[in-house]
Nanobody, 118 residues
């Protein structure tokens, strides 16, 4: 059974930091690229960042470049998103996604809420 579980969300003031974590089980973790998406109220889900299967390649959307850092630990089957200098516009539900390297399948977590507010 595949499980993708996010954690680490919460309420933070503007300028603050949060670290999201994603734990995967039931898959061969190194066969999957991993990504973070987010969905704000009344908006479509959007990509935030992704990382290759071996962790060597990363991609960030422009709106998080220089503020967020994606990483993964293939020994622990986990992926993290370090979020610094958070802005109210970062408020959203953040989702972890695992995408097979051959695009055979993909798996999503249930999401974790991030709220940036004073």
């Amino acid at each position: 059974q595949v499980r993708i579980v996010e954690s680490g969300g919460g309420l933070v003031h503007p300028g603050g930091s949060l670290r999201l974590s994603c734990a995967a089980s039931g898959i061969i973790f190194t066969d999957y690229a991993m990504g973070w998406y987010r969905q704000a109220p009344q908006k479509e889900r959007e990509l935030v960042a992704h990382i290759s299967e071996d962790g060597e390649r990363t991609h960030y959307e422009d709106f998080v470049k220089g503020r967020f850092t994606i990483s993964r630990d293939n020994a622990a089957n986990t992926m993290d998103l370090q979020m610094n200098n958070l802005e109210p516009e970062d408020t959203a539900v953040y989702y972890c996604c695992a995408v097979h390297k051959l695009a055979l399948d993909d798996y999503w977590g249930q999401g974790t809420q991030v709220t940036v507010s004073s």
